[in-house]
């Protein structure tokens, strides 16, 4: 029964992991948008490793590094959008060029 509710957990975090890479390639025409599919991928790896090392490992340090990692990621880029939208008074993407810059 255990081994079937792992399966159907690691079956869904798998679809909810490429759900989020479809959003992201589709999504390319606002900046924010794209920073939120990021987000959900960092979550659905965070959720997917932390069911990995309870069952496998037991080390949880990891844990606490990926979650570090993760919130730098996401500062850095909402810092970015923000510095975008102050110069360019929007988010879409297709207003940034390399000539603009």
């Known amino acids: 029964m255990l081994m079937y509710f792992l399966y159907n957990l690691n079956f869904m975090l798998f679809f909810m992991f490429i759900s989020g890479l479809i959003i992201f390639c589709s999504m390319r025409k606002h900046m924010l948008l794209t ?12 959720i997917f490793m932390v069911t990995f090392l309870l069952d496998f490992l037991g080390d949880m340090y990891f844990i606490l590094v990926f ?3 993760s919130v730098c990621e996401g500062v850095l880029g909402l810092s970015i959008l923000v510095t975008i939208i102050r110069s360019y008074g929007n988010d879409q ?3 940034l060029f390399m000539f603009k810059w």
């Open 35 to 46: 920073l939120l599919s990021l987000e959900y991928i960092v979550l659905c790896v965070y």
């Open 93 to 95: 993407v297709n207003t």
């Open 67 to 69: 979650l570090t990692f």
